[in-house]
Antibody, heavy 120, light 107 residues
Framework: QVQLQESGPGLVKPSETLSLTCTVSGDSVSSGNYYWSWIRQPAGKGLEWIGRVYTTGFTNFSPSLKSRVTISIDTSKNQFSLKLTSVTAADTAVYYC????????????WGQGTLVTVSS | DIQMTQSPSSLSASVGDRVTITCRASQSISNSLNWYQQKPGKAPNLLIFSSSSLQSGVPSRFSGSGSGTDFTLTISYLQPEDFATYYCQQSYNTPRTFGQGTKVEIK
């Protein structure tokens, strides 16, 4: 059974960097069959795709976040990570990681999500 | 970016009803359309991929159809556990984009 688990600080100060890690169990981030993705959801709102990383380190990002986002992969730890710089209150959201089929593009499974609040 | 527009934004229905949710893409996405169900406080769950393929373990009362720009999610016989918010997502190109969601509420 594949499981993903997000971890990281739940509170980040404005202008600082949000850093989250997704730990994968039951599958390998080295698998060429999948991308590994980050999605976020502000309270009471819809889903926003942040970006994805492939086992090679190849990445794609949302144009609206591209200048502030880094997604990296650590095959030795079976993890992938998100860094979002210069955060503001608008970045407050539940952040999800997910496995994405490289061939078809569906996302499954998702992590349970972690709430990150940007506040001083 | 490809814009995804769902309708309605919300609906009220009764147990046993047939429910249809539509999703329209701003350009053709072939059949690269996925549907997710999200319950309060939970992560989204994949229901349908490639427009009409049922994810393993998902009840057969869920079905999807469409290609090009217009897609439909149908719940043939609404069950109490189906009250949730449903999202479509295109996987035709990046950035992946989601519809704004359709909340299915109890009438």
């Amino acid at each position: 059974q594949v499981q993903l688990q997000e971890s990281g600080p739940g509170l980040v100060k404005p202008s600082e960097t949000l850093s989250l890690t997704c730990t994968v169990s039951g599958d390998s981030v080295s698998s060429g069959n999948y991308y590994w993705s980050w999605i976020r959801q502000p309270a009471g709102k819809g889903l926003e795709w942040i970006g994805r990383v492939y086992t090679t380190g190849f990445t794609n990002f949302s144009p609206s976040l591209k200048s502030r986002v880094t997604i990296s992969i650590d095959t030795s730890k079976n993890q992938f990570s998100l860094k979002l710089t210069s955060v503001t209150a608008a970045d407050t959201a539940v952040y999800y990681c997910a496995r994405v089929s490289a061939a078809v593009g569906w996302s499954d499974p998702w992590g349970q999500g972690t709430l990150v609040t940007v506040s001083s | 970016d490809i814009q995804m527009t769902q309708s309605p934004s919300s609906l009220s229905a009764s147990v046993g009803d047939r429910v249809t949710i539509t999703c329209r893409a701003s350009q053709s996405i072939s059949n690269s359309l996925n549907w997710y169900q999200q319950k309060p406080g939970k992560a989204p769950n994949l229901l349908i991929f490639s427009s009409s393929s049922l994810q393993s373990g998902v009840p057969s009362r869920f079905s999807g159809s469409g290609s090009g720009t217009d897609f439909t999610l149908t719940i043939s016989y609404l069950q109490p556990e189906d009250f949730a918010t449903y999202y479509c997502q295109q996987s035709y190109n990046t950035p992946r984009t989601f519809g704004q969601g359709t909340k299915v509420e109890i009438k």
